[in-house]
């Protein structure tokens, strides 16, 4: 079963290496999608993959590198897109 996330990050999330730590977790554990810093200061992100690897990169996206300091995070659930690779614009 594969399930796909979108996520925004908003807090000190940018300027913290939050996006190049989602990327690395993101290869560790075979997720597909991509990562991005948003104008607005936000972090957006989507994760497509197993199940559980997907949760643990949602998890993290709730506490971030250390430096940052997340105050809100929204998670959606989208339908899948068979997306390969992952990706931090």
């Keep these: 079963m594969t399930v796909r996330r979108r996520v ?5 999330v940018q300027g913290v290496g939050f996006r190049y730590a989602v990327l ?8 597909a999608g ?3 810093n948003l104008p607005t200061g936000q972090v957006e992100a989507a994760f497509e993959g197993d ?4 949760e643990a990169l949602v998890d993290y996206c709730g ?3 250390l430096g940052a300091s997340v105050r809100d995070i929204q998670v959606t659930d989208v339908t899948p897109t068979g997306e390969t690779g992952f990706s931090a614009g």
Aim: charged content about 30%.
């Design 24 to 31: 690395e977790r993101a290869r560790m554990r075979g997720v």
């Design 51 to 54: 199940p559980s690897a997907v």
């Design 8 to 12: 925004l990050v908003t807090g000190r």
């Design 63 to 65: 506490r971030g590198p």
């Design 34 to 36: 991509w990562v991005r």
